[in-house]
T-cell receptor
């Protein structure tokens, strides 16, 4: 079955540091790939997505490129801020019904803490 | 701009008690989902509803039942709670009804449930 392997945390960085959170996947077919972010006490929010190979998703300074050859979707940001402290989840989608519903398979999450 | 609303936010139950977690969305989405989030395991799909009037099992359905009351509401019921069901439960919704594989799911803030 499908699976997502995500960099274990927690990750602690200083403000303005460069961030990489690794994500690799195993899937049949051509899934879409997502990064979700969870701030303390809140639900998950979509951060960015990519739907096909070589697509780059970007949002709020974060980027991730869908690499089919390495089955990876690593999250990067050039200069992190304290407000980026959160848990980040890599996920892939799989159709589960003819209505276009998608089962999201999640990684285990990476807790990121940014210190001033 | 409520999005997905879950109630209650916190609940403590004794083993064997029953309860229903409520979820409502105001985005006119067709599809709704229930997940549980456990430490080190990411999110796992319990049940989903492709559209009003239909429900299907996800990855971990045992011990749960669901009801899609109408297009807005999707409830999760624990008939006889067990300590293994201690978790954070998230409801999500998405547009559905398309075969384009890139629909984001929108999440509620979660219900933290403890079974003693």
């Amino acid at each position: 079955g499908n699976s997502v392997t995500q960099m274990e945390g927690p990750v602690t960085l200083s403000e303005e540091a460069f961030l990489t959170i690794n994500c690799t996947y195993t899937a049949t077919g051509y899934p879409s790939l997502f990064w979700y972010v969870q701030y303390p006490g809140e639900g998950l929010q979509l951060l960015l997505k990519a739907t096909k190979a070589d697509d780059k998703g970007s949002n709020k300074g974060f980027e991730a490129t869908y690499r089919k050859e390495t089955t990876s979707f690593h999250l990067e940001k050039g200069s992190v801020q304290v407000s980026d402290s959160a848990v980040y989840f890599c996920a892939l989608s799989d159709f589960i019904s003819n209505f276009g519903n998608e089962k999201l398979t999640f990684g285990t999450g990476t807790r990121l803490t940014i210190i001033p | 701009n409520a999005g997905v609303t879950q109630t209650p936010k916190f609940q403590v139950l004794k083993t064997g008690q029953s309860m229903t977690l409520q979820c409502a969305q105001d985005m006119n989405h067709n599809s709704m989902y229930w997940y549980r989030q456990d430490p080190g395991m990411g999110l796992r799909l319990i049940y989903y509803s492709a559209s009003e009037g239909t429900t299907d099992k996800g990855e971990v359905p045992n011990g749960y039942n669901v009801s899609r009351l109408n297009k807005r509401e999707f409830s999760l019921r624990l008939e006889s709670a067990a300590p293994s069901q201690t978790s954070v439960y998230f409801c999500a919704s998405s547009e559905g009804r398309t075969k384009i594989s890139n629909q984001p799911q929108h999440f509620g803030d979660g219900t933290r449930l403890s079974i003693l």
